[in-house]
Nanobody
Framework: QVQLVESGGRLVQAGDSLRLSCVAS????????MGWFRQAPGKEREFVAD????????YYANSVKGRFTISIDNAKNTVMLQMNSLKPEDTAVYYC???????????????????WGQGTQVTVSS
């Protein structure tokens, strides 16, 4: 089992930056990759970014490419999401996820992930 705890979400203004963190505990050595998803009210959960633990390959949704950066600190079992130039449409609950059996570095489906955090709210005001 792997437990994930997100932090860093809060209310910000459009154009601001914010960094989310996700700390993993438990059988973290079994994790292949980590990802961030988000879910806005009334919408489905959508992929934001992922990173492979060994090698550090990353992949981003088009909507955040160039603004968001995912990184990982394997020693601390922590994955971060640096979000710059935030827009009101970035408002959502952001979820951290861990993939145990993924392949490649394009893990964009919720079914690619085995463990999920509880989420952290990011609200961007205009």
């Amino acid at each position: 089992q792997v437990q994930l705890v997100e932090s860093g979400g809060r209310l910000v203004q459009a154009g601001d930056s914010l960094r989310l963190s996700c700390v993993a505990s438990g059988r973290t050595f079994e994790m292949y990759a980590m990802g961030w998803f988000r879910q806005a009210p009334g919408k489905e959960r959508e992929f934001v970014a992922d990173i492979v633990r060994r090698g550090g390959s990353t992949y981003y949704a088009n909507s955040v490419k160039g603004r968001f950066t995912i990184s990982i600190d394997n020693a601390k079992n922590t994955v971060m999401l640096q979000m710059n130039s935030l827009k009101p449409e970035d408002t959502a609950v952001y979820y951290c996820a861990a993939s145990q059996y993924g392949l490649g570095h394009v893990l964009v489906d919720v079914n690619d992930y085995d463990y999920w955090g509880q989420g952290t709210q990011v609200t961007v005001s205009s």
